[in-house]
């Protein structure tokens, strides 16, 4: 379950990507960004918020944006922070580029090896009741209950489209530009609004 709180955002999740997505190198088709669908895992220590976005330019290309979340800086993670945010229930946000939150990274690994599906999205009102929110965005793990676990220590490597995340213990490969091409390996796929077939959004090497 994730909870989330009615709350502004300044900037909005959309403003920050879209301020920071020309100066990535894996970003060749962004004119005219749209959201097109977002997906959460929870961080089991309930501290760090990990979404997942969805973006489609003009021409139709998909870009997927991991973000984490955070309430205090991420030390050694300046280079991929995002933006930071004022949110009006939490107070300031800082919020990365999730390739490098240790957080992320083991959500994500252990939702494709578990074969795990989205979080359930619960929002929080200001008077503190709580309702469900409809989500329009699928996503999986294909399992392999094989994931050696803490994965420790990590390095990110940038590869054409497709960004590379070592770890001790197993490999991800975050597909920044979504495409049809498959997979053999254990991955996460996903559907959305206008992809009614399952795709490819992360491969686990182990």
Request: proline share 6%.
């Amino acid at each position: 379950m994730a909870l989330i709180h009615r709350a502004t955002l300044v900037p909005s999740k959309l403003e920050a990507i879209v301020a920071w997505i020309p100066a990535q190198p894996w970003a060749l088709d962004i004119d005219g960004l749209e959201a097109v669908g977002a997906y959460r895992y929870d961080d089991p220590d309930g501290e760090v918020g990990v979404e997942t976005h969805l973006l489609r330019s003009a021409s139709g290309t998909v870009l997927q944006v991991p973000l984490t979340y955070r309430s205090a800086p991420l030390e050694g993670a300046e280079s991929y922070l995002v933006a930071t945010m004022d949110h009006s229930a939490l107070g300031k946000r800082w919020v990365y580029d999730g390739v490098d939150d240790p957080v992320y990274v083991a959500v994500t690994a252990a939702a494709i090896s578990n074969g795990t599906t989205r979080a359930e999205l619960y929002v929080e009102e200001h008077d503190g009741t709580r309702s469900t929110r409809e989500q329009t965005t699928s996503v999986s793990g294909t399992g392999t209950d094989s994931l050696v676990e803490p994965l420790g220590e990590r390095t990110v490597e940038q590869i054409d489209t497709a960004t590379l995340v070592r770890t001790e213990h197993a490999t991800l490969l975050v597909r920044r530009v979504i495409d049809a091409a498959s997979t053999r390996l254990p991955h996460l796929r996903g559907t959305w609004p206008g992809q009614p077939e399952p795709v490819v959004l992360v491969e686990l090497r182990l």
